[in-house]
């Protein structure tokens, strides 16, 4: 499935279990040190920050909407060596990419990404059923057929999975005249 079709946010579920298991992971961790930021520990603890800088990182990269103020944020949290381009402290970046994915994984379960999901889905039924009915005029029935199907499947699906009971336009079938 093209990205553009796929599902916009993650399921709040998978963003919880994410950050669940980093946490824990950042948990057993500092239990080693006493400092927040994962510091002054030996070359095991050392490791174990990094990997664990990369998976929370990874996670931001994956969970969070491209160009939005969360994935802004995420990339403000990882502070750089101005000559090395190494992160400077991965657990400090550890700590603030928490308060990021936290801040995002709470309102998404407050469903205040929802209504942000539904319209941006609904810009992309009309894109595609405009499309369609392009092609179908100008070109052929076939392949408009098979957008408009995909277009309409996917984005019920989409809302019957926000709670949403129909979306806003529906493409009405109209045969072709014979010659």
Do not use: W
Request: hydrophobic fraction near 40%; glycine fraction near 6%; charged fraction near 25%.
């Amino acid at each position: 499935m093209p990205a553009s079709c796929a599902t916009l946010m993650p399921p709040v579920v998978d963003v919880s279990r994410q950050i669940a298991a980093l946490e824990a992971e950042y948990d057993r961790l500092r239990a080693k040190t006493e400092h927040d930021d994962l510091s002054g520990g030996d070359a095991d603890l050392a490791r174990g920050v990094n990997e664990l800088f990369t998976r929370t990182a990874a996670a931001a990269e994956r969970v969070l909407p491209r160009n939005s103020a969360y994935a802004k944020q995420a990339d403000q949290a990882v502070r750089l060596h101005p000559r090395t381009g190494g992160v400077m402290n991965p657990g400090g970046s550890i700590v603030r990419l928490f308060g990021v994915l936290r801040a995002f994984r709470d309102d998404l379960e407050a469903g205040f990404l929802v209504e942000l999901e539904a319209s941006i889905q609904s810009g992309v039924f009309d894109d595609f059923l405009d499309m369609a009915e392009h092609v179908r005029s100008e070109i052929h029935r076939t392949p408009a057929a098979v957008i408009a199907g995909f277009t309409s499947r996917s984005t019920y699906e989409n809302s019957a999975r926000l709670g949403k009971s129909q979306p806003k336009r529906q493409m009405v079938a109209r045969s072709r005249p014979t010659a």
